[in-house]
Protein backbone atom coordinates (compact mmCIF):
# COMPACT_ATOMS: atom_id res chain seq x y z
CA UNK A 1 0.00 0.00 0.00
CA UNK A 2 1.49 3.29 -0.70
CA UNK A 3 1.37 5.54 2.39
CA UNK A 4 1.79 8.77 2.73
CA UNK A 5 2.96 10.56 6.05
CA UNK A 6 2.97 14.10 7.13
CA UNK A 7 5.22 15.45 9.70
CA UNK A 8 2.74 16.40 12.35
CA UNK A 9 -1.20 16.11 12.96
CA UNK A 10 -1.52 19.66 14.62
CA UNK A 11 0.14 22.54 15.08
CA UNK A 12 0.15 26.38 16.72
CA UNK A 13 2.11 28.79 15.28
CA UNK A 14 2.02 32.68 16.15
CA UNK A 15 1.78 35.32 13.49
CA UNK A 16 5.38 36.12 11.59
CA UNK A 17 7.31 32.66 12.32
CA UNK A 18 8.58 30.64 10.02
CA UNK A 19 6.66 27.27 9.82
CA UNK A 20 8.00 23.68 7.82
CA UNK A 21 5.15 21.25 7.05
CA UNK A 22 7.18 18.07 5.65
CA UNK A 23 5.51 15.38 3.66
CA UNK A 24 7.13 11.85 2.65
CA UNK A 25 5.59 8.80 0.69
CA UNK A 26 7.23 5.69 0.09
CA UNK A 27 6.02 4.03 -3.20
CA UNK A 28 9.11 5.96 -5.54
CA UNK A 29 6.34 8.65 -6.63
CA UNK A 30 7.24 11.18 -9.43
CA UNK A 31 4.54 13.72 -8.24
CA UNK A 32 3.29 15.12 -5.12
CA UNK A 33 0.96 18.18 -4.49
CA UNK A 34 0.10 20.23 -1.51
CA UNK A 35 -3.50 21.58 -0.63
CA UNK A 36 -5.08 23.56 1.41
CA UNK A 37 -8.84 22.04 2.92
CA UNK A 38 -11.08 24.95 3.90
CA UNK A 39 -14.75 24.24 4.47
CA UNK A 40 -16.77 25.10 1.77
CA UNK A 41 -13.89 25.31 -0.38
CA UNK A 42 -12.64 22.28 -1.16
CA UNK A 43 -9.35 21.41 -1.74
CA UNK A 44 -7.41 24.22 -3.64
CA UNK A 45 -3.71 23.14 -4.89
CA UNK A 46 -0.87 25.36 -3.81
CA UNK A 47 2.49 23.91 -5.09
CA UNK A 48 3.42 20.66 -6.90
CA UNK A 49 6.62 19.05 -8.00
CA UNK A 50 6.82 16.56 -10.68
CA UNK A 51 10.60 15.78 -10.05
CA UNK A 52 13.19 16.18 -7.79
CA UNK A 53 14.50 20.00 -6.97
CA UNK A 54 11.44 20.67 -9.73
CA UNK A 55 8.30 22.75 -8.68
CA UNK A 56 5.23 24.66 -10.42
CA UNK A 57 2.81 27.09 -8.90
CA UNK A 58 -0.71 25.74 -8.46
CA UNK A 59 -3.54 27.87 -7.51
CA UNK A 60 -2.69 30.38 -4.61
CA UNK A 61 0.91 29.68 -4.24
CA UNK A 62 0.73 33.42 -2.67
CA UNK A 63 2.43 32.84 0.94
CA UNK A 64 3.97 29.69 0.47
CA UNK A 65 7.43 28.24 -0.63
CA UNK A 66 7.90 24.64 -1.45
CA UNK A 67 11.29 22.41 -1.55
CA UNK A 68 11.56 19.25 -2.71
CA UNK A 69 15.40 18.24 -2.39
CA UNK A 70 14.48 14.11 -2.54
CA UNK A 71 12.69 12.11 -4.58
CA UNK A 72 10.69 10.65 -1.34
CA UNK A 73 10.02 14.30 0.75
CA UNK A 74 8.37 17.48 -0.09
CA UNK A 75 8.34 20.47 1.84
CA UNK A 76 5.36 23.00 2.43
CA UNK A 77 6.52 26.43 3.38
CA UNK A 78 5.78 29.44 5.20
CA UNK A 79 7.92 32.01 5.42
CA UNK A 80 6.12 34.36 7.46
CA UNK A 81 2.66 33.10 8.67
CA UNK A 82 -0.52 34.96 9.20
CA UNK A 83 -4.17 33.83 10.44
CA UNK A 84 -5.70 33.64 7.25
CA UNK A 85 -3.32 30.39 6.75
CA UNK A 86 -4.99 28.77 9.30
CA UNK A 87 -6.27 25.37 7.45
CA UNK A 88 -5.94 21.69 7.03
CA UNK A 89 -2.85 21.33 4.72
CA UNK A 90 -2.80 18.31 2.77
CA UNK A 91 0.07 16.43 0.97
CA UNK A 92 -0.26 13.94 -2.03
CA UNK A 93 1.39 11.54 -4.26
CA UNK A 94 0.79 10.06 -7.62
CA UNK A 95 2.96 7.74 -9.45
CA UNK A 96 3.64 9.54 -13.06
CA UNK A 97 3.04 12.62 -14.86
CA UNK A 98 -0.31 10.65 -15.99
CA UNK A 99 -3.72 12.57 -15.90
CA UNK A 100 -5.34 9.02 -14.78
CA UNK A 101 -3.22 8.61 -12.08
CA UNK A 102 -5.07 8.43 -8.40
CA UNK A 103 -3.78 10.79 -5.58
CA UNK A 104 -2.93 9.52 -2.75
CA UNK A 105 -3.05 11.39 0.16
CA UNK A 106 -1.41 11.62 3.92
CA UNK A 107 -3.39 12.60 6.99
CA UNK A 108 -3.34 16.16 6.70
CA UNK A 109 -1.49 18.51 9.40
CA UNK A 110 -4.45 21.33 10.79
CA UNK A 111 -2.49 24.40 11.27
CA UNK A 112 -3.82 27.10 13.12
CA UNK A 113 -1.48 30.60 13.44
CA UNK A 114 -2.58 32.56 16.51
CA UNK B 1 -8.75 26.41 -16.94
CA UNK B 2 -10.70 23.46 -15.83
CA UNK B 3 -13.45 23.62 -12.99
CA UNK B 4 -15.42 21.45 -11.30
CA UNK B 5 -19.06 22.41 -9.45
CA UNK B 6 -20.80 20.24 -7.20
CA UNK B 7 -24.37 20.90 -6.79
CA UNK B 8 -25.17 19.67 -2.90
CA UNK B 9 -22.85 20.67 -0.10
CA UNK B 10 -24.49 18.75 2.55
CA UNK B 11 -26.38 15.64 2.04
CA UNK B 12 -29.20 14.07 4.70
CA UNK B 13 -30.54 10.94 4.04
CA UNK B 14 -31.76 7.53 6.39
CA UNK B 15 -30.48 4.10 6.03
CA UNK B 16 -31.46 2.83 2.85
CA UNK B 17 -32.13 5.55 0.77
CA UNK B 18 -31.08 5.83 -2.65
CA UNK B 19 -28.28 8.75 -3.29
CA UNK B 20 -26.92 10.40 -6.27
CA UNK B 21 -24.07 13.59 -5.87
CA UNK B 22 -24.10 15.86 -8.58
CA UNK B 23 -20.56 17.19 -10.52
CA UNK B 24 -20.69 18.83 -13.44
CA UNK B 25 -17.41 20.22 -14.96
CA UNK B 26 -16.25 22.52 -17.20
CA UNK B 27 -13.42 22.13 -19.74
CA UNK B 28 -13.68 21.68 -23.47
CA UNK B 29 -11.09 19.06 -23.99
CA UNK B 30 -10.83 15.05 -22.78
CA UNK B 31 -11.00 14.75 -19.41
CA UNK B 32 -10.81 11.42 -16.77
CA UNK B 33 -12.85 12.02 -13.45
CA UNK B 34 -12.40 11.23 -10.33
CA UNK B 35 -14.23 10.61 -7.18
CA UNK B 36 -12.49 10.69 -3.84
CA UNK B 37 -14.00 10.28 -0.47
CA UNK B 38 -12.89 11.10 3.18
CA UNK B 39 -14.53 9.40 6.01
CA UNK B 40 -14.14 10.44 9.50
CA UNK B 41 -11.01 10.98 10.84
CA UNK B 42 -9.11 9.21 7.68
CA UNK B 43 -7.61 9.90 5.14
CA UNK B 44 -8.85 11.59 1.48
CA UNK B 45 -8.99 8.06 -0.37
CA UNK B 46 -10.08 7.05 -4.01
CA UNK B 47 -13.91 5.81 -4.49
CA UNK B 48 -13.99 5.48 -8.46
CA UNK B 49 -12.22 6.84 -11.61
CA UNK B 50 -13.15 7.30 -15.27
CA UNK B 51 -10.41 7.72 -17.84
CA UNK B 52 -12.14 5.74 -20.95
CA UNK B 53 -14.34 2.83 -21.84
CA UNK B 54 -17.52 2.41 -20.62
CA UNK B 55 -18.90 5.48 -19.12
CA UNK B 56 -20.67 3.58 -16.11
CA UNK B 57 -17.92 2.98 -13.76
CA UNK B 58 -18.30 0.98 -10.41
CA UNK B 59 -16.35 1.59 -7.56
CA UNK B 60 -15.56 0.42 -3.60
CA UNK B 61 -18.69 -0.10 -1.16
CA UNK B 62 -20.77 -0.51 -4.40
CA UNK B 63 -20.74 3.14 -5.96
CA UNK B 64 -21.21 4.27 -9.07
CA UNK B 65 -20.69 6.78 -11.45
CA UNK B 66 -21.78 7.74 -14.57
CA UNK B 67 -19.87 10.03 -17.39
CA UNK B 68 -21.95 11.85 -19.51
CA UNK B 69 -19.81 13.74 -21.85
CA UNK B 70 -23.09 15.74 -23.39
CA UNK B 71 -24.04 17.11 -20.19
CA UNK B 72 -20.38 17.63 -18.81
CA UNK B 73 -21.29 15.53 -15.60
CA UNK B 74 -20.08 12.73 -13.48
CA UNK B 75 -22.19 12.14 -11.34
CA UNK B 76 -21.91 9.69 -8.07
CA UNK B 77 -25.00 6.69 -7.52
CA UNK B 78 -25.47 4.44 -4.38
CA UNK B 79 -28.80 2.80 -4.55
CA UNK B 80 -28.89 1.96 -0.67
CA UNK B 81 -26.60 4.04 1.60
CA UNK B 82 -26.02 2.76 4.74
CA UNK B 83 -24.55 4.68 8.36
CA UNK B 84 -21.22 4.24 7.49
CA UNK B 85 -20.97 5.94 4.12
CA UNK B 86 -21.00 9.01 6.17
CA UNK B 87 -18.25 10.84 4.79
CA UNK B 88 -17.08 13.81 2.56
CA UNK B 89 -17.17 13.36 -0.61
CA UNK B 90 -15.19 15.19 -3.54
CA UNK B 91 -15.11 15.42 -7.11
CA UNK B 92 -11.77 15.84 -9.20
CA UNK B 93 -11.04 16.53 -12.73
CA UNK B 94 -7.73 16.28 -14.37
CA UNK B 95 -7.61 17.51 -18.17
CA UNK B 96 -5.68 15.45 -20.76
CA UNK B 97 -3.00 17.71 -21.26
CA UNK B 98 -2.86 18.68 -17.38
CA UNK B 99 -0.19 15.76 -16.56
CA UNK B 100 -1.69 14.80 -13.31
CA UNK B 101 -3.24 17.64 -12.26
CA UNK B 102 -6.38 17.66 -10.34
CA UNK B 103 -9.06 20.47 -9.85
CA UNK B 104 -11.20 19.27 -7.46
CA UNK B 105 -15.02 20.54 -6.47
CA UNK B 106 -16.12 22.22 -3.17
CA UNK B 107 -17.11 18.59 -1.71
CA UNK B 108 -20.55 17.05 -0.63
CA UNK B 109 -21.01 16.54 3.00
CA UNK B 110 -23.04 13.41 3.51
CA UNK B 111 -24.63 12.54 6.81
CA UNK B 112 -26.66 9.08 7.16
CA UNK B 113 -29.03 8.52 9.62
CA UNK B 114 -29.09 5.27 11.31
Known amino acids: DVKVTQSSRYLVKRTGEKVFLECVQD?????MFWYRQDPGLGLRLIYFSYDVKMKEKGDIPEGYSVSREKKERFSLILESASTNQTSMYLC?????????????FGPGTRLTVL | AQSVSQHNHHVILSEAASLELGCNYSYGGTVNLFWYVQYPGQHLQLLLKYFSGDPLVKGIKGFEAEFIKSKFSFNLRKPSVQWSDTAEYFC????????????FGDGTTLTVKP
Open chain 2, 92 to 103: AVNAATNAGKST
Open chain 1, 92 to 104: ASSAFRDSTDTQY
Open chain 1, 27 to 31: MDHEN
